[in-house]
């Protein structure tokens, strides 16, 4: 296993072989899952290759009927700048799969993906439509500082991969951005954000996280 880098990328405008959504998920699904927070260096180049078949994704979304979005919206939610649709779960590899839907400028609200953040999972992200700038931030005594040097704008087409703890934001966002994003095992069950960067962070648990805190609530009524 390579060790992912968070200034990797990989971008192809050759032929691709992927024909189907079911073909995609075979490929993924070869990959390597584990440790938790691992990703593996093929699937960058993977989410590269499906944007050369972005049909394959328009036919997804197609198929999905008022019976599964009921279903699917039991997963899917709204954050300030974008919309975070389900498509995939592997339940014995435990990857996921969504597509992002960047909300148009005026529509977009202050904090989430245009605050500096990380997250409880690594992921491999490709944009199928528009782009952005990805930025990174370090730690440091005054609070956090940005890595100018590793500043990139990302372009449809284009794939990367970030680790979970690497703190980053998006800027500039194009008005109909769309990428595809995988996730990796979960590694914790918190995230952190920051709304202030001289500040402490925000912690946002996901719901394994927040559980013990429901089981006390129902132990004191």
């Known amino acids: 296993m390579i060790p992912i880098s968070e200034s990797s990328f990989y971008s192809t405008q050759g032929s691709s072989l992927l024909r189907s959504f079911d073909k995609f998920l075979s490929r993924l699904s070869r990959l390597k899952w584990s440790p938790p927070g691992s990703i593996d260096p093929g699937l960058v180049c993977l989410l590269a290759e499906l944007a050369n078949e972005r049909a394959v994704i328009g036919n997804l979304v197609e198929s999905w009927d008022t019976e599964d979005l009921e279903k699917r919206q039991l997963r899917c939610h709204e954050t300030s700048t ?58 440091d005594v005054a609070g956090l500082s940005e890595i100018e040097s ?22 500039a966002l194009r008005d109909h951005t769309l990428t595809l994003v995988v996730e990796s095992p979960v590694v914790r069950n918190f995230s952190e954000a920051f709304y202030d960067v001289r ?14 805190r429901l089981a006390e609530a129902t132990r004191t009524w």
Request: no cysteine.
């Open 82 to 139: 974008h919309y975070k649709w389900f498509v995939y779960y592997h339940k014995h590899l435990r990857y996921r799969i969504w597509l992002h839907q960047y909300k148009d400028t005026e529509a977009r609200q202050p904090g989430y993906a245009e605050v500096p953040h990380n997250h409880r999972y690594s992921l491999a992200s490709v944009v199928l439509r528009g782009g952005f700038e990805h930025r990174y931030f370090a730690r």
């Open 150 to 171: 590793e500043r990139r704008f990302y372009v449809t087409g284009e794939a990367y991969a970030l680790e979970w703890q690497k703190l980053h934001m998006l800027s």
């Open 199 to 212: 500040s402490q962070p925000v912690l946002f648990h996901d719901f394994v996280g927040l559980h013990p």
